[in-house]
């Protein structure tokens, strides 16, 4: 059928001119220098592909002159240099990217392929053979196929999903115009054609061959199954004839190899029995001494698994042949291998999910076989993959199960894992936001040189008429404010200085400006003035710096530029919880949203989840999108992004249940942290336990948009959680950030203040409120627009720094982007939390305490119904009284409680109590 055709004296011997001759042979070594050279080169570029990947994308977008910089050491060339995937580098990036992008996809291994191919052909004869140009022609055209082909898949809205990398833009191009004539349908018809037909031609196939083929093997195979089903029916009546009824002590499985036998998938099917075809036999005698088991995959020389415990078989038409032996070939047409020596303790039921019913009708030879034989359900090995058919030759059952072994889980596989696991199920190719999505920042006029020496001189006037000398003023501009940093004269009090600060703010004519008195570390004074034109801090100037992108921080936050100019990082991690104050309109959702998008460009979704607390409402919705991918919620809440007080603290109720499940986990695991946990488990060094099954852990940041509004509806209860959250959660990765535009005492607490050491204010209307999240001044000072105090972990001094501006379009675009992508069936589930009930029903009226009627009398008598009279009227402790005030209720002698309001006395006076009782 595949002829090939015979090679033509042209092809590799033809006679060249005399000439040609001459110069190859004067030429010889630089045409296999050459030859080898391009070998070579193919190879690596070969590697280059091989190695392409898709990070590599925002790298490999440089302009060719730009990797020479990696010879003139161009420190963005470098860092590009450094985060390359590619096995070559940077520059294998730019070249698999142009090959594979560029041009075919995937198939330019192909022509790189083909370039080998005649590279050796011109290594090899001098010259491009014609059999190596020939077989060149058809790879190139099988690419340019092959291309078009996949890229006319892409048309089809249900396998748009499809890489494009798989394509190229000249597969792209070719099934773009293809389906503008054809359709999308037309065009992958016309294309798969193409490559059949190419094919074909190429092997050499003919079609009037084929067909003959098939025709004749389809005959074949009739007559051979008809000759089979003949040869069986002989074969089980000299089976029934020659046995024993009485003493018949064997136990035979027998099946029938014939070609009419489904495909060998391991899984029982039904096939119905007739007169002529009998599938299986089964014969069991339960009277039977049956012996142990053996082992049916037997290695032997001759090849066959079933050498040890089959006997193979042959009959002749309608004759009991008494010659049959073990030794006669198995390839005899009709042959019947049996199994003997089954286990009964290998007969019984297996996986119901894999059990199937074999349907055998009943046949005229079934009153022959003797009634102690009965027929069980076999239990068969899935390696054996041998499907089963049989019939009951005494009771008539019609129906036989067979069910096929499935193995037990491992114990550990068992093993039921404490927090949601399902997300560590699947395998997310997760592709982070590009620097596409956002804006570019736009040209930025230079802060005025003049300007700053003016300034400079200004200040150093102003001083000297207080009788302050300075020495050493150095001047440092930033995008929003400049730093003029001196040292003080000899015998110059600080505080002198700080006392002129509006002075020198009416000298310089600025808005306000800021005295550090003294700079950390430095031993000099700076004061801080505002630039006349300030620059905008982009978003994207912050995430596309090398310092972020090699940031080995966990979690990430990218602030923005301090006034020196440099690019502001934190770790969330070593924060570990953070708060966030500022007034209306000061940047503070522009902030928060600069945190949360800091995290999405960073940390993938299998390491990060967010809980988002919105009560605006307006605000943070749009993160409602990512509800498959960044997102947890608990079962007790409907909204992704939660609004409602009472669902906010279900939801934070769920987190702090969470978290001691994750202390739970951490303890068996004998780990102290979730870093140290998740890195043990992904090398496989974590110790294994037999109570639970552990599972990656993500971290969990939860944000809190704004606090004063829940702290007004529901203070006890939402100051509970948070509390409990920041002095614990650190080491389990839950980590919060609350802000809110009202820093009073009566929002940010003591309790939930002590508990957030990192600290960010931006401007705020009084010094009080600066003292109440920084416990210092100069929040109030503060210019608005970003602008913005970070308190470190730990630090005396706050940073300023400009927050990092993000838009709301750009925003909404990386939310699309990521939603685009495939994400988990469902979000991250947190248990579900159930509130105490205050419920008094339960109570038992008559199930009073002792001191119940005292404390009766004592709240009618003082008029005041509440748990701390009682304990210092009956000294008692605090969980005695509550009880004795829950019976109180319970009997109708005080009502419910109402928050912050004193329960109702129901009865007036003591003789109505006397009464009463």
């Known amino acids: 059928m595949l002829d090939e055709k015979p090679l033509s004296p042209d092809d590799n011997q033809e006679e060249d001119a005399p000439i040609v001759k001459d110069l190859r042979s004067k030429f010889k070594f630089q045409i296999k220098a050459i030859s080898v050279l391009l070998i070579i080169t193919l190879f690596f570029l070969i590697l280059a592909v091989i190695s392409y990947s898709r ?8 302009g060719f002159f730009d990797l020479f910089g990696l010879m003139n050491d161009r420190p963005d060339i470098i860092a590009l240099q450094a985060t390359s995937y590619n096995w070559l580098g940077l520059i294998g990036a730019y070249l698999a990217n142009k090959l594979i992008n560029g041009t075919f996809g995937y198939s330019v291994l192909l022509l790189l392929s083909t370039g080998i191919l005649l590279s050796s052909s011109l290594f090899k004869n001098l010259k491009f053979s014609a059999n190596a140009i020939r077989h060149s022609s058809f790879i190139l055209l099988l690419m340019l196929l092959i291309s078009g082909f996949i890229g006319s898949l892409l048309h089809f809205s249900w396998l748009n999903n499809i890489p494009f990398e798989w394509t190229g833009s000249v597969g792209f191009f070719i099934s773009s115009m293809l389906n503008g004539i054809f359709g999308n349908v037309g065009a992958f018809l016309i294309l798969m054609l193409l490559i059949f037909f190419t094919v074909f031609y190429k092997m050499n196939f003919k079609i009037s061959e084929i067909t003959k083929y098939l025709f004749n093997r389809t005959v074949a195979e009739i007559k051979s199954s008809r000759n089979k089903s003949d040869m069986q029916k002989d074969e089980i009546l000299q089976d029934e004839v020659s046995s024993d009824p009485e003493g018949d002590q064997s136990q035979t499985i027998s099946f029938e190899n014939s070609a009419e036998e489904s495909p060998r998938t391991g899984i029982p099917y039904e096939v119905k029995t007739s007169k002529s075809d009998v599938k299986l036999n089964i014969r069991i005698n339960e009277s039977a001494n049956i012996p142990d088991p053996i082992n049916t995959h037997v290695s032997n020389p001759d090849g066959n698994p079933f050498a040890d415990s ?10 009991n042949n008494p010659e049959h032996t073990d030794a006669q070939q198995p390839s005899q047409t009709g042959f019947r291998p049996t199994i003997t020596n089954l286990d009964p303790s290998k007969i019984a039921t297996s996986d119901p999910t894999l059990k199937k019913e074999l349907s055998a009708e009943k046949t005229e030879t079934q009153s022959s076989v003797p009634d102690k034989h009965v027929v069980h359900s076999v239990l068969l090995d899935d390696s054996e993959e041998i499907p089963t058919h049989t019939k009951n030759p005494e009771s008539h059952i019609e129906n036989i199960n067979v069910d096929v072994f499935k193995p037990e889980l491992a114990e550990e596989e068992e093993l039921e894992s404490l927090i949601y696991s399902k997300h560590s199920q699947f395998k997310l190719r997760f592709k982070p936001p590009h620097l596409n999505l956002l804006v570019p920042s736009p040209e930025q006029a230079d802060v005025d040189k003049e300007e700053l020496k003016l300034n400079a001189q200004l200040l150093q006037e102003k001083l000297e008429t207080f009788k302050i000398e300075i020495t050493n003023l150095t001047v440092t501009p930033g995008p929003v404010v400049t730093q003029y940093e001196f040292v003080p004269a000899p015998g110059i009090k600080i505080s002198k200085i700080e006392a002129l600060e509006d002075d020198l703010a009416m000298a310089l004519k600025a808005r306000g400006i800021r005295i550090i008195a003294p700079i950390p570390g430095r031993g000099t004074i700076g004061v801080e003035v505002p630039n006349s034109r300030p620059q905008i801090v982009h978003f994207r100037d912050i995430v596309s710096t090398e310092k972020f992108r090699k940031s080995e921080a966990r979690l990430p936050l990218a602030l923005g530029k301090t006034i020196n100019g440099d690019i502001y990082i934190q770790d969330l991690t070593k924060m570990p919880h953070l708060m966030i104050a500022g007034s209306t309109g000061s940047g ?4 928060i949203n600069t945190i949360i998008n800091s995290l999405l ?51 934070l109720e769920s987190t702090v249940l969470e978290m001691e499940i994750r202390y739970d986990i951490l303890r068996e695991a004998m780990q102290r942290n979730i870093g140290d946990f998740n890195k043990k488990l992904l090398e496989g060094t974590l110790r294994k336990s037999d109570k639970m ?11 809190i948009d704004e606090l004063a509004d829940l702290m007004l509806t529901a203070s006890k209860e939402i100051e509970r ?7 614990m959660a650190r080491a389990v990765g839950i980590h919060m950030v609350v802000a809110t535009q009202r820093p009073s005492v009566d929002v940010i607490t003591g309790v939930i203040k002590a508990n957030f050491p990192a600290r960010i204010a931006y401007l705020v209307a009084q010094k009080v409120d600066s003292r109440t999240i920084l416990d210092q001044g100069g929040a109030d000072q503060l210019l ?17 720094v400009q927050n990092a501006f993000i838009s709301t379009e750009e925003v909404e675009r990386i939310v699309e982007y990521i939603e685009s992508q495939p994400g988990y069936p469902e979000p991250y589930i947190l248990p579900s939390y159930q509130p105490a009930s205050g419920d008094t029903s339960d109570i038992d009226p008559m199930d009073r305490d002792p001191l119940f009627e005292q404390a009766a009398k004592t709240i009618i008598s003082t008029g005041q119904a509440s748990v701390s009279n009682l304990q210092r009227r009956l000294s008692i402790g605090y969980a005695r009284a509550a009880r004795i005030m829950d019976e109180l209720e319970a009997n109708g002698i005080v ?3 109402r928050g912050s309001k004193p329960r109702d006395i129901m009865l007036d006076s003591e003789s109505q109590l006397e009464a009463y009782l």
Do not use: C, W
């Open 693 to 703: 099954k552990f599972h990656k852990m993500p971290y969990i940041v939860v944000i």
């Open 55 to 62: 990070s590599d994308i925002e790298e490999a977008n440089i």
């Open 601 to 651: 460009y960073k940390v993938p979704p299998e390491d990060l989840k967010f809980v988002i607390v919105d009560p605006k409402k307006v605000e943070l919705p749009q993160y409602a999108a990512l509800i498959k991918h960044y997102m947890a919620t608990s079962p007790d809440v409907e909204d992704i992004i939660v609004s409602d007080p009472k669902d906010a603290v279900s939801i």
């Open 784 to 800: 608005g627009n970003g602008d913005m105090l970070f308190l470190p972990p730990g630090m005396p001094k706050p940073v300023r």
């Open 310 to 319: 089959l006997q193979i078989m042959k009959d002749s038409k309608g004759q």
């Open 721 to 727: 959680p948070i509390a409990r959250l920041a002095q």
């Open 895 to 897: 009502g419910p409680q």
């Open 588 to 591: 503070k959702s522009v902030g």
